[in-house]
């Protein structure tokens, strides 16, 4: 089966459309099927609009398919964290030795309208909106849909899931012989707030991702154009400073003051966003292989239908970016042959995917507690400082994994032989000291 005219895409969201653009450079016809209804004439769904911090391995496959300006225009860059003590202190830390490199804060719900128009502007891609899948053939590529005109069919010798963590199409995939599939969910949910501007401009330092770390428990805040903020509290399911126990909105003010006093002074729609704004869960959720093949179709994963992770390293659109850079490389290695570039491609990406997830569930422990103590900031002192001393040698993992496109799992390799050879230094230079002291104590 090679270079097949027409693929069909399911799930327009931010992997979907960036698949789009990959496949229609290369000569493919695309149909995008999205459940939901154009999201250029729609609101974002409230509550639901998390931003997402744009780097490195995001803006690389963006550049390949001349989308980065029109989406950094709608971003906005955060070089460090600052970190909100529960008496109100700021600190500030930077991401980079040099203080210079950036992440960037921007709109799920804008991001996706920008590379949606970006697809659709293309020769050969179109979308069809308000078609959800119900059903697939994964031997004929035969797909049955939902609509508001009734049940549809249609067909495609190509079918890419791109539809999220609760992907239709990996659902059909999970009954076929030999597809793992697991879902670990956290003990934890997260709720969107927000800080409006004041007297028109930003209530707090816009050049900063804002984190108020407390134990179990945390709130990250990220900027808007328009002088917002989106806020999103991260906080236990149950127990003590749990969802479930702060149920009124009187119990969660009592509680939200004592505990962000600076942000509650900047919330004035704090209750109505408590109680209207949904619950979101936390979810990883490992699948493999990442493709299949049918008699007269191959059907294959990419992004969170195949690889969904927690959002505590700012990876998760980044990486599935990254899945569509690979794939598009494995089809021209195999000549457009989609079978085997689907089976390369997941073979090449499962071990970094893997390796994001757990890097995602630990950084989660570092931003709620960690940051805050005295030996994590040690700890970063001395990694800026052998980043200055090191140029090129020694480079700090979250700048590895933010700042450049070395694949996950080699990030961790490298991080590994980094802290190896820092420690053998460390001894060398302890045991040159003790000869030293031991020469002088003779004379």
Request: include cysteine; charge should be negative.
């Amino acid at each position: 089966m090679r270079a097949p005219q027409e693929v069909a895409v399911v799930g327009a969201g931010l992997v979907g459309c960036l698949t789009a653009c990959f496949l229609a450079r290369r000569g493919y016809q695309v149909t995008l099927y999205e459940r939901r209804s154009d999201p250029r004439s729609a609101t974002a769904e409230r509550g639901r609009s998390i931003n997402l911090a744009l780097s490195e391995r995001g803006l690389d496959a963006l550049r390949r398919v001349g989308l980065d300006e029109a989406v950094m225009k709608a971003a906005l860059p955060m070089p460090g964290r600052m970190m909100h003590a529960p008496d109100g202190t700021l600190s500030f830390q930077p991401y980079s030795a040099d203080g210079q490199r950036a992440i960037n804060s921007i709109s799920r719900s804008e991001l996706n309208r920008t590379m949606l128009e970006g697809a659709l502007a293309l020769p050969g891609v179109r979308a069809r909106f308000e078609h959800r899948l119900t059903g697939l053939d994964v031997d004929s590529g035969l797909m049955d849909f939902d609509t508001p005109d009734g049940p549809v069919q249609r067909s495609a010798q190509i079918v890419l899931a791109a539809d999220g963590a609760y992907s239709a199409v990996r659902g059909r995939l999970q009954f076929l012989p030999g597809f793992d599939f697991s879902q670990d969910f956290l003990d934890y949910g997260y709720k969107e707030l927000t800080i409006p501007a004041r007297d028109g401009e930003f209530a707090l330092d816009p050049g900063a991702l804002h984190i108020w770390p407390r134990g179990q428990a945390m709130m990250i805040a990220l900027p808007n154009p328009d002088r917002s903020f989106t806020c999103t509290l991260f906080w236990p399911k149950s127990g003590p400073g749990s969802f479930d126990e702060l149920d009124t909105a009187e119990r969660f003010e009592e509680f939200f003051a004592a505990n962000y006093a600076d942000a509650r002074a900047l919330m004035p729609d704090l209750a109505d966003d408590y109680t209207h704004n949904p619950i979101g869960h936390l979810v990883t959720m490992r699948a493999y292989p990442w493709h299949a093949r049918g008699a007269d179709a191959v059907v294959g994963l990419l992004g969170d239908a195949a690889h969904a992770v927690v959002p505590f390293y700012g990876q998760g659109a980044n990486c599935g970016f990254e899945d569509c850079v690979e794939l598009d490389r494995c089809l021209e290695e195999t000549g457009d042959d989609f079978p085997e570039a689907l089976a390369l491609y997941g073979s090449r990406r499962k071990e970094h995917a893997d390796t994001i997830a757990e890097l995602a569930l630990e950084n989660f422990v570092e931003m709620r507690d960690k940051v805050a103590s005295r030996s994590f900031l040690l700890q970063k002192r001395i990694e800026h400082g052998l980043e200055r001393l090191l140029p090129g040698r020694y480079v700090s993992r979250y700048e590895l994994v933010s700042f450049s496109t070395v694949p996950y799992a080699e990030v961790q390799r490298r991080i590994t032989r980094q802290r190896r050879a820092v420690v053998a230094v460390a001894l060398g230079a302890l045991a040159a000291v003790g000869v030293t002291a031991g020469l002088l104590r003779r004379r």
